[in-house]
């Protein structure tokens, strides 16, 4: 069956850095792929999304690479700040309805 | 984009009880769904709610349990009937607006006693 994974539940990083959160999917006809960011008492917010047609995709020091041959896709925060703490999930869309990963705990340390 | 708000954003509740969740969203959508997260854990999906048509239940969930209203396009109601313990989670109302992007209401927190 399909399902979206992700590799690490938990991921510490120091302010500045830059953070790589990772995610695997199974469903080779998957042809959408979306980014969410949940803190703390909040529901999931869109972050990127990215089609499958695209390799990467860039938003405001957001990143998403998609590696279909792998099935593997990625999401880079550039200069990670504090209000980046969250639970990241990634989620396999397009004409289904979204399959949710497990999520990533994304801890950024002051 | 849409704006989604939902009432009561918290509640306690006694086992054997009901709670029905409130969903609003700023626009008409005709796609909306309904999920549950329970804590530290994804999203699963409980039921899609299409206005005009009856909601359709994931594997798991059935609509004595969690039945649905969806009266118009701006807004829906999950109940929880015969609460237990085990239902005690967070349920998330959720859009989509277009063809692809999604957009989630900020959750109700559910604790039953």
């Known amino acids: 069956g399909e399902s979206v994974g992700l590799h690490l539940p938990t991921l510490s990083v120091q302010e500045g850095d830059n953070s790589i959160i990772n995610c695997a999917y199974s469903n080779s006809a998957s042809d959408y792929f979306i980014w969410y960011k949940q803190e703390s008492g909040k529901g999931p917010q869109f972050i990127i999304d990215i089609r499958s047609n695209m390799d990467k995709r860039q938003g405001q020091r957001v990143t998403v690479l998609l590696n279909k041959t792998v099935k593997h896709l990625s999401l880079q925060i550039a200069a990670t700040q504090p209000g980046d703490s969250a639970v990241y999930f990634c989620?396999?869309?397009?004409?289904?309805?979204?399959?949710f990963g497990r999520g990533t705990s994304l801890i950024v340390h002051p | 984009s849409a704006v989604i708000s939902q009432k009561p954003s918290r509640d306690i509740c006694q086992r054997g009880t009901s709670l029905t969740i409130q969903c609003q969203v700023d626009?008409?959508?005709?796609?909306m769904f309904w999920y549950r997260q329970q804590p530290g854990q994804s999203l699963t999906l409980i039921a899609t709610a299409n206005q005009g048509s009856e909601a359709t239940y994931e594997s798991g969930f059935v609509i004595d349990k969690f039945p649905i209203s969806r009266p118009n396009l701006t807004f829906s109601t999950l109940t929880v009937s015969n609460m237990s313990p085990e239902d005690s989670s967070i349920y998330l109302c959720?859009?989509?607006?277009?063809?692809?992007?999604?957009?989630f209401g900020p959750g109700t927190r559910l604790t039953v006693t």
């Open positions: 959720s859009v989509r607006p277009g063809s692809y992007e999604q957009y």
């Open positions: 626009s008409q959508v005709t796609m």
């Open positions: 989620a396999e869309g397009g004409s289904y309805i979204p399959t």
